[in-house]
Antibody, heavy 120, light 108 residues
């Protein structure tokens, strides 16, 4: 059974940093592209970032480019999102999501999400 | 950048009725790269349809997708109580993944 378990969310002040983790199980983690998607309170889904299988390719939404860094440790089946210079508008539930197939794909499995709140 | 616009914002229907949800892209997209998700309160999204019309594993045949170019549709043939939720369309490209703003299907 595929499982994605996010952690690392919490309350942080504007300008602060936070590192999210997503531990994967039930599939060969190193064989799949992974992404982060967020959802602000009572809002829709917003793609944040995508990372290739061997960390060679990274993609970011304009809203986080230069502030967030996606990475992975295939030996530990873990995806990360380092978030710096956080703003109030970054407040959201952050989901990690697995690509269904290939390098251009939808997301067939999602974690339960971790809440990030940016507030003073 | 492709913008996806979903309509209507809210659909009020009764169990057993047919639901038709629309997703319009700001420019023509490959039919191979359009998906639909269902999200219930407090839950993560669930993949329903990918590549415009292919049901994901374990998804009921009450759900069907169609469309091409800029206009795509998710149809729920007969609404069951568990189908009342928010639905999102998504386009996936080589470096950008875009979601529509969602359609809420509520019980009338």
């Amino acid at each position: 059974e595929v499982q994605l378990l996010e952690s690392g969310g919490g309350l942080v002040q504007p300008g602060g940093s936070l590192r999210l983790s997503c531990v994967a199980s039930g599939f060969t983690f190193s064989s799949y592209v992974m992404s982060w998607v967020r959802q602000a309170p009572r809002q829709g889904l917003e793609w944040v970032s995508t990372l290739g299988r061997s960390s060679g390719s990274t993609f970011y939404a304009d809203s986080v480019q230069g502030r967030f860094t996606i990475s992975r440790d295939n030996s530990k089946n873990t995806l990360f999102l380092q978030m710096n210079s956080l703003r109030a508008e970054d407040t959201a539930v952050y989901y990690c999501a697995k690509f269904r197939i290939g390098a251009i794909s939808d997301f067939d499995y999602w974690g339960q999400g971790t809440l990030v709140t940016v507030s003073s | 950048e492709i913008v996806l616009t979903q309509s209507p914002g809210t659909l009020s229907l009764s169990p057993g009725e047919r639901a038709t949800l629309s997703c319009r892209a700001s420019q023509s997209v490959s039919s191979s790269y359009l998906a639909w998700y269902q999200q219930k309160p407090g839950q993560a999204p669930r993949l329903l349809i990918y590549d415009t019309s292919t049901r994901a594993t374990g998804i009921s045949d009450r759900f069907s997708g169609s469309g091409s170019g800029t206009d795509f549709t998710l149809t729920i043939s007969r609404l069951e109580p568990e189908d009342f939720a928010v639905y999102y369309c998504q386009h996936y490209g080589s470096s950008l993944w875009t979601f529509g703003q969602g359609t809420k299907v509520e019980i009338k």
